[in-house]
């Protein structure tokens, strides 16, 4: 009809007329409707501006993607990209294009910005120098291996305050490294190069050690002597000493030292001792004749008197002394006395006299005990006994000290005497002695007698005859009589009985014992008459039924017996068994049970209300299943006590697929029915991966580049993991051979559902970038290659290594191969060193006096340094100085020791120790 809604496209209209007669005609039109309506992009992201992921000039990138709308319908979204993907550093626009089911397109974009705000790393930094000054110098070379650097991008430069290999002054420099990548991030580094002054001065023409006496009179002389000189590397800070030359200097030997101080501290010091001696010792007189005396009483020692000597000396007596002084206390036996005198300067007189001490008293016995009265000990006719044994003293020593007993030792019943007796070192003996006695207070002991008896009583009775075996009785030291109340044998009613008995020793010491006997009545009654089983089934609409049965009887041997039955005949019993109990009870407590059964049986089966429909869900995060609920269904049962049971439960956990839940009513005579509904579970969840953390490893040298073992990523899944693959080979194992540089080594998991998620890591393949030659070539990527030689296999192209002679060769391959010498083991070939004579600083070809006076003009400052300093260093000490004069003056005009090697003709220098040879003009 007019105004009707049509839909996209083309639609007849049709009217339809007909007459009262059945006679109809039809005409038709067609409507068109266009659809031009662009779709709409809704919840386009805005453009986003982030900082690249540690270690990496990309990152990755995540957004919520925008929905899509159209008054008909959404054929396609698309992207240029996706969300979680990796952009690199700089601007990327991402563009979404939609298209309806009629072909109209929208596209809208957003730009992600991705800048690399990570500073670069320097690596390696060395870490602080300490060096010592270089020989003669104020200041040394430092050298190290220059700091590298990485970054995520890409490093424009590195750059270091200071060079390998510059001159450092003694003190504190820091050196600063500085990094700056391709974005101008920047980072810096720094380390300390610590130069220390560890050159000692020197003190030159120090006087020789000299010895005199005292003058007459006197106990000190005056000495004289020339003073010495110092010098120093760098400068000196002035030289003291403890003494100087006119000094006086008493008897005994003096150290006079001379300490000469550097500007950095350093300290030498040298010394020359003086001794002045005096010979004459000091004199003893009036000593006393040797004498003897006895010991005083109770002392092994006595006192001894004696008048005392004189002493004297030429000069002055330091101090006497004796071994002994007159009053003093002398031990028994002959004592030396001795007196010493010592002068002040150490001489010395002795003298002697003996001095004897005599002993006549006896000794003393201490602590003899009293008399000792004791029990005999258990089991025993005697007793171990202890006491604390006496002592013995003297005035001087005790020789022995005898016992006729010892404590501790076995006494028998009675008395017995113990006696001491001591001697003392010079034979005198005294004795001593007292009592022991020990008296029997054991009682007799019973053994063998039962701890207890119990029996049942004799068949028929209401007691038993009880026996039992013999017992005994011991005693300690003699015999024992044993009575008991009852004998073996006798009959004993039923109860409890103690039988004693008693045992008696010959001293009156007795004991007694005894059991218990227990009869018991042990014989049940009889039950006669118990019903057989009844089975019934229920009553009609009744969950039980009515029992009946003849009452049953019971009888006992002794007496009277009661019956109790645990259900009454006519009772009402439920369905299923019940057990109905006879019990029997005598007058002693023996009872007897006896028992029957009644069994009501139910048939009918309960009904299932409610059973929950199937179902179909989602898993739950992190779990290959889902918790799956429904109303509880419920049953009903013509008896009560009938329940309702499912496989599973409302709220068990539900694996993915498909799992069949059975509903099951049941009543208490187990009677059944079941239901049964489905619950599906569906695994919408995307596994989880996680590589290892980026590696980096140096290169092979060979090769340049490294084989590297890629650990395996973590993966997980809510399920389980079906494949791990890697954009490298499409494998599980990304490990091979990675070239110099970074690579990004893309893994992709997929689970069992065909659920998937990906990952990236980093694998950098690093090396020494050290290029001595700077062919642009790391030196260990070529000699690993062979195309540069390192014959000394420390690192360094040859061509980079020191070759003095020029022949291709480095120096200290020539002297291992036996290319070159070198004799004195310096490490420079023989070849190579510059030849001098030694002694002729003037290069004049004749060692003469000019050469020690054109030493010494360099030495105070008034003349040039030799041109060989070598050839100055007389006495070969590796300095050049005033002694190097001195040594030359005393060969040439005292006849000395000529200078070290080489001397007299051309030669290098034996010991390869060099303070500086620039050249030597008539040496080759």
């Not at 209209?13 to 709409?40: C, K």
């Not at 003996?354 to 089991?379: H, K, N």
Request: charge should be negative.
């Amino acid at each position: 009809m007019p105004g009707d809604s049509f839909a996209v496209g083309t639609t007849e209209v049709t009217y339809t007329t007909m007459d009262i007669h059945g006679n109809e005609i039809s005409a038709s039109f067609l409507v068109t409707v266009i659809d031009d309506q662009l779709p709409t992009i809704i919840g386009m992201p805005a453009s986003m501006t982030l900082g690249t992921e540690v270690g990496l000039c990309s990152s990755s990138v995540s957004w919520v993607a925008p929905e899509s709308g159209d008054n008909c319908g959404v054929a396609t979204l698309t992207s240029t990209h996706q969300p979680g993907e990796v952009f690199l550093e700089g601007a990327t626009e991402v563009t979404y294009t939609l298209t309806d089911i009629h072909g109209n397109s929208t596209s809208e974009s957003f730009t992600i910005t991705v800048e690399d705000l990570e500073s670069p790393l320097i690596l390696d930094t060395p870490a602080d120098i300490a060096l010592a000054n270089d020989a003669g110098s104020c200041g040394a070379v430092a050298s190290w291996i220059d700091a590298t650097a990485s970054d995520n991008c890409g490093i424009d430069t590195l750059t270091s305050s200071h060079a390998s290999g510059d001159i450092f002054e003694v003190g504190t420099t820091e050196v600063t490294i500085t990094a700056l990548d391709i974005h101008g991030n920047s980072s810096t580094s720094s380390y300390s190069v610590i130069i220390t002054d560890n050159e000692d001065p020197t003190i030159s023409s120090m006087p020789a050690d000299m010895a005199l006496t005292a003058e007459g009179d006197h106990c000190d002389a005056v000495v004289s002597w020339v003073a010495p000189t110092s010098s120093d590397n760098c400068e000196v800070a002035g030289m003291t000493s403890t003494h100087l030359p006119g000094d006086i200097f008493t008897v005994g030997t003096t150290e006079v030292t001379y300490t000469t101080t550097d500007i950095h501290g350093n300290e030498t010091s040298a010394s020359v001792f003086i001794t002045v001696t005096d010979d004459e010792a000091p004199m003893i007189s009036g000593l006393p004749a040797d004498f003897s005396v006895s010991t005083e009483a109770g002392l092994c020692s006595a006192a001894a008197s004696w008048s005392e000597p004189t002493i004297s000396d030429n000069c002055e007596v330091a101090g006497s002394t004796s071994t002994s002084a007159s009053g003093d206390t002398f031990s028994l036996g002959t004592t030396e006395v001795t007196y010493s005198v010592t002068d002040i300067h150490g001489n010395e007189s002795t003298d002697s006299f003996l001095v004897t001490v005599t002993d006549d008293e006896y000794p003393v016995i201490l602590g003899i005990p009293a008399d000792i009265s004791i029990s005999s000990d258990l089991g025993l006719c005697g007793a171990s006994v202890s006491w604390v044994s006496a002592t013995t003293t003297d005035n001087c020593s005790v020789q022995n000290l005898e016992e006729t007993h010892l404590p501790g030792d076995y006494f028998p019943v009675g008395t017995t005497p113990v006696t001491y007796a001591s001697t003392d070192a010079s034979g005198n003996r005294t004795l001593g002695s007292f009592n022991v006695t020990v008296i029997d207070t054991e009682d007799p002991q019973i053994s063998g007698l039962p701890t207890g008896i119990e029996v049942s009583n004799d068949t028929g009775n209401c007691g038993a005859a009880v026996t039992w075996p013999a017992p005994s009785a011991s005693d300690n030291c003699d015999t024992v009589q044993l009575d008991l109340d009852h004998v073996s044998g006798e009959v004993f009613p039923v109860g409890i009985s103690t039988v004693i008995a008693t045992a008696t020793d010959q001293y009156g010491n007795s004991s007694q014992s005894s059991f218990e006997v227990v009869v018991n009545d042990n014989e049940s009654p009889q039950i006669f008459g118990t019903p057989a089983n009844i089975s019934l089934t229920n009553d009609s609409g009744q969950c039980g039924a009515i029992a009946s049965w003849t009452a049953p009887s019971a009888a006992d041997n002794c007496g009277s017996v009661s019956i109790q039955v645990s259900h009454d005949s006519g009772d009402q019993f439920p369905v299923g068994q019940t057990t109905v109990l006879i019990l029997a009870t005598d007058l002693y407590g023996n009872t007897t049970t006896s028992v029957f059964n009644v069994l009501v049986e139910d048939t009918e089966n309960p009904q299932v209300i409610g059973t929950p429909s199937s179902m179909t869900l989602s898993n739950d995060p992190g779990q290959c299943g889902a918790v799956a609920t429904w109303a509880a269904p419920s049953s009903t049962d013509n008896c009560s006590g009938h329940s309702i049971s499912l496989s599973h439960q409302s709220g068990d956990s539900f694996p993915v697929g498909t799992t069949q839940v059975q509903v099951t009513a049941k009543d208490a005579a187990g009677n059944a029915s079941s239901t049964t509904f489905d619950v599906t579970v569906l695994d919408e969840e995307n596994p989880t991966l996680e590589p290892s953390a980026d590696i980096t490893e140096g290169a092979t040298a060979a090769s340049c580049n490294s084989v590297i073992t890629v650990p395996a990523p973590a993966t997980a899944d809510n399920c389980q993991v079906a494949s791990v693959t890697n954009d490298q080979n499409g494998t599980s194992d990304a490990s091979g051979v990675y070239e110099l540089g970074t690579t990004i080594v893309t893994w992709t998991v997929t689970d069992i559902h065909g659920n998937e998620a990906s990952a990236s890591q980093s694998i950098t393949v690093t090396v020494d970038e050290t290029d001595c030659n700077a062919n642009g070539l790391p030196d260990v990527c070529e000699i690993g290659s062979g195309t540069a030689l390192d014959c000394n296999t420390n690192g360094i192209p040859d061509e980079c290594e020191v070759d003095c002679n020029g022949n291709g060769t480095p120096d200290d391959c020539d002297i291992a191969s036996g290319g070159s010498l070198d004799t004195n083991n310096n490490g420079t070939p023989d070849e190579c060193e510059q030849q001098f004579n030694r002694g002729d600083a003037n290069a004049t070809g004749t060692v003469d006096v000019t050469d020690p006076i054109y030493i010494l003009q360099y030495v105070i400052g008034t003349g040039p340094a030799p041109s060989c300093m070598d050839a100055g260093d007389c006495n070969d000490d590796e300095s050049l100085d005033l002694s190097d004069a001195i040594y030359l003056l005393q060969h040439l005009f005292m006849a000395s020791a000529p200078p070290p090697a080489p001397y007299g003709n051309c030669g290098i220098d034996p010991d390869g120790q060099s303070i500086g040879c620039d050249s030597f003009s008539i040496c080759p």
